[in-house]
């Protein structure tokens, strides 16, 4: 089966760092995407792993371990506006060339 | 460049009725649109997967005579709930992608829907 796991929420402080951790099964593994989603909005794309290692983008950085089938990603300098859920997507093999299987999402407060 | 646009974005209808949701890509042709549906605090589930021209593929449990789905052209694709109950409630996201963007998905607003 497909199994994507990740907090169901986090709370940080304005300015410090953040770090949203994600855990995969799937049947097969073609990438992984994170993607932040404000309340009642569509969401919205913010980096794609697909090789091993830590791309980094401005304020947010995502990490992928193909071996142990883990991912986080990295938001540095919290802002107010960061405040929002972080959905952990992942592309399995099977099921079509650009299918995503999505975890349940963290809803992450940021506070002054 | 990559814009996805739903309509309606909100929704209210009588239970039994039928409701139709519209999703267009308006800058590029989309290979492929997805529909989720997304509870209140929840992850997306997706419902189905839809190529143009082609029937759409629908996930285990989802009901493919209740949500059916149309993909006529490469930029419009519609989702249409009929005979609607308050269960089907939900807020519905549609995502597009294209050969050349690999397996990037570009999402819509959203379209709320109420079925009183």
């Known amino acids: 089966g497909q199994n994507i796991d990740q907090p169901t929420e986090m709370t940080a402080t304005e300015g410090a760092i953040v770090q949203i951790n994600c855990t995969y099964q799937t049947s097969g593994f073609n990438g992984l995407f994170w993607y932040q989603q404000h309340a009642g909005e569509a969401p919205t794309f913010l980096s794609y792993n697909v090789l091993d290692g830590l791309e980094e983008k401005g304020r947010f950085s995502s990490f992928l371990s193909r071996s142990k089938g883990y991912s986080y990603l990295l938001l540095k300098e919290l802002q107010m506006k960061d405040s929002a859920s972080y959905l952990c997507a992942v592309s399995p093999l099977a099921g079509g060339y650009n299918k995503l299987i999505f975890g349940a999402g963290t809803r992450l407060a940021v506070h002054p | 460049g990559a814009v996805v646009s739903q309509h309606p974005s909100r929704v209210i209808c009588k239970s039994g009725t039928s409701v139709k949701i519209e999703c267009r890509s308006l800058?590029?042709?989309?290979?492929?649109m997805f529909w989720y549906r997304q509870f209140p605090k929840k992850s997306l589930m997706l419902m189905a997967t839809s190529n143009e021209g082609s029937k759409a593929t629908y996930e285990q449990g989802v009901e493919k005579d209740k949500f059916l789905i149309n993909h006529a052209s490469l930029t419009l694709s519609t989702l249409t709930v009929t005979s609607a109950h308050p269960e089907d409630s939900s807020f519905y996201i549609c995502?597009?992608?294209?050969?050349?963007?690999?397996?990037?998905?570009?999402f819509g607003p959203g379209t709320r829907l109420t079925v009183t």
């Open positions: 800058d590029f042709q989309a290979t492929t």
């Open positions: 995502s597009a992608s294209f050969r050349d963007r690999g397996r990037e998905q570009y």
